[in-house]
């Protein structure tokens, strides 16, 4: 029987280990994005809408604050400063923004304005970079409707708004960058005493794809609806209303949040506080639904594609002895989410909550072969006077053609990806390691493989394998040098294999 003592031992040290496989990764430290004079607290909107937009060397933040209003900050040097935050808002209650860019040049908010008993949806938008603003207007038709969680999305001089209004899903559309707004559409139209609410909207070439979670009459299930518009928004070309991204109608299904990149549509959400992926490579036709990771008490997934490489941030409780905090976690597939590297947790594992992440990805202003992420949530600093701030990270990593594990050389697959494989049978020796070591390994098909060499502090010390290789036995060498042949110091090192949910540690 394993005592007391010994289980808060056992947990201590299982978290210790996590943190350090977790350290393995190339984000930065957190940064505080939203530094207003006086006592506000700040919060980022849920997971449905993106508080943050990137492109070439520039990314935007908006957030709002315990005043409500709705500030905005921009930051030039990936997130490691920001530049003075400018409010948005106008009077009334300001709450749930949401931002979009274009060119590194146009940015687009929106958000939700409460005065008077009415409700409206108000949008701003700036063509230098955030340095100047237009005049905040409202957007949307009526002013007695409850409108709420709005998220906005912009294709060149196209920008697109959804949100909730009295249990249903709302779009409307300009066509010349704000200037005008079209007719508010009705995409969901849901009927009896079911709802919906909380949709997610994304877009590609001339496609708008928008999920939402629906509630049926009772709110006794709850499932992802998808609908899709093929002419920039255009009012009689929506697609057919679908139910289908996930296997498990009996489940709830909570706030989902989409994607569109590489012609799939991927589709992430919390169920049963796990976070759950689903994509589709026939416009929403069919989908193939996993599980993303199996922890628990997983909460606000929030989802970024360019090309085959797909990023997904979550809020994610860890338990320590008797005591939790909740981080926020990050995962990526580099094969049009096929498979998933492990969860890496980006935010700083002190005492404080950290929630409702966004994130974004673009190409790099100076090299076209990296891509840079960006990331902010909110952090809630519970010991100090209830302070919540505004937080934000970066990672810079190479882009990867896409590769699907099992087909040779760069296809696509459009059919089902259940029962995917990786790598087993993982052993290490000598382990203490003498003079050389041994990483033997065992794969279930022809796959990707990556092994790296990772020392206590992060930093990547041997890149020994990369590259295809057949379904069998296989093993490499290492020989403790790092990759200019100067021998490693004695210590603890980490084999990790990129994107197959597997790592081992050597002690040399």
Known sequence: MI???QRI???IMFFLFFVAICSLFAWGDDDTVSVIAGN???YTSTNNAWCIAASKDTAYAVWRTSN??????RSTDDTETWGDCVELSVSGENSSPSIATVNDTVVHVVWRRDSSSHYYLYYNNSFDKGETWGTAKNIADGTNQIKDTPCIRATGSYVYVVWTENDDIYFDRSTNN?????TDQNISNVSGSDDASYPSMSTAEQNVDVVWEHYDNGKTDCEIYHRRNTSYGAPLSWNAQTNNI???????????CVADANSFIHVVWQEDYKIWHSRSSNSGSNWNERQLHAFSNQYYPNIAATGANVHVVWANVVYITERGN???????SYNNGYSWEGPTCISSYNSVNSGNPSIDVTTDNQDSDKRNLYTVWTEEYSGIGNYFEVLADYEQYDYVVEYEPDKGGEQMISGSVENETGIANVIIFPNPMSSVTSIKYTLAKQMHIGIQIYDIAGRKIRNVLEGRQIAGTHAVTWDGADENGMQVKPGLYFVISNGIRSSKIIKL
Do not use: C, H, M
Not at 178 to 182: A, D, P
Not at 246 to 256: E, G, L, M, V
């Open 40 to 42: 506000f607290r700040n």
């Open 246 to 256: 996930s296997d498990d109608s009996t489940k709830n299904q909570r706030y989902p």
């Open 326 to 332: 909740r981080e926020i976690y990050y995962a990526r």
């Open 68 to 73: 409500y209003e709705v500030w905005f900050a």
């Open 178 to 182: 704000g200037t005008n707004w079209n």
């Open 9 to 11: 031992v056992t947990l």
């Open 3 to 5: 005592r007391k003592g």
